[in-house]
């Protein structure tokens, strides 16, 4: 997997995540509502091609960018660009092995988490929670539900992923942000094979925005 996702990053190519996607429009409205008391630092677990991170560090966020595959491809990205590239640091190493000890105004986690063991999405998120301070917000993207299925019809399954049914990860993320304005959105994604046009990806992609309730900006009145 970290040797397929290095290729994807590498070479452009897209995945069922889509990693080569613009932000999100409701991504983009959450960040231009973020007050000023929120911490002009934020996380993204899982940088991947660089977008969101690009598009907090643009917003004036001091970024610190995790993810496991070299930082060539988001440096090329920056290079050259304005202060705001600056205010990037990249972290190379496993999301799991990035220990959340501060305060982060906004964190990032696109598409990451359902690779994760399930103890190791739980840890993350409850450090994040806990060494959170005042107004936060976290932004989630994640897979549940996932059905993987090969070009001759087999199931396929990728050993030591979360796996997440929808109900499962929906008392995990109430249990971690209990207290937290909260808000879970729910779409079915699906991904065909171009060479047999059957379906080889499956899943309920989950959508967390949680809002400290310290906040107190537009994002958390509306959650």
């Known amino acids: 997997?970290?040797?397929f996702y290095l290729d994807a990053i590498l070479r452009g190519?897209?995945?069922?995540?889509?990693?080569?996607?613009a932000t999100t429009e409701r991504f983009n409205t959450i960040l231009?509502?973020?007050?000023?008391?929120?911490p002009r630092t934020a996380l993204d677990l899982?940088?991947?091609?660089?977008?969101?991170?690009i598009a907090l560090a643009r917003a004036?966020?001091?970024v610190v960018a995790v993810d496991q595959i070299p930082s060539d491809s988001l440096l090329q990205r920056t290079h050259g660009?304005?202060?705001w590239a600056h205010r990037i640091e990249i972290r190379e190493c496993l999301a799991e092995n990035f220990t959340i000890d501060q305060n982060f105004g906004v964190i990032?986690?696109?598409?990451?988490?359902?690779?994760?063991a399930r103890r190791d999405v739980e840890s993350l998120l409850t450090s994040a929670v806990t060494h959170a301070r005042g107004p936060n917000c976290h932004y989630l993207e994640v897979f549940t539900g996932i059905t993987r299925t090969s070009a001759d019809g087999r199931p396929l399954r990728i050993e030591g992923e979360a796996d997440y049914s929808s109900d499962t990860f929906r008392r995990v993320i109430e249990r971690i942000y209990d207290g937290w304005n909260l808000t879970l959105l729910w779409s079915k994604h699906a991904e065909q094979d171009s060479r047999t046009g059957r379906n080889c990806f499956e899943a309920t992609?989950?959508?967390?925005?949680?809002?400290?309730?310290?906040?107190?900006?537009?994002?958390?009145?509306?959650?």
């Open 108 to 116: 990032v986690a696109k598409d990451v988490l359902h690779y994760l």
């Open 205 to 223: 992609r989950a959508t967390v925005i949680a809002v400290n309730q310290a906040a107190g900006s537009e994002t958390g009145r509306r959650s």
């Open 46 to 53: 899982g940088y991947g091609a660089g977008t969101y991170t």
């Open 60 to 62: 004036g966020f001091r």
């Open 1 to 3: 997997m970290h040797a």
């Open 13 to 21: 190519r897209n995945t069922a995540e889509n990693l080569q996607a």
């Open 32 to 38: 231009e509502s973020i007050g000023d008391g929120t």
């Open 81 to 83: 660009a304005g202060d």
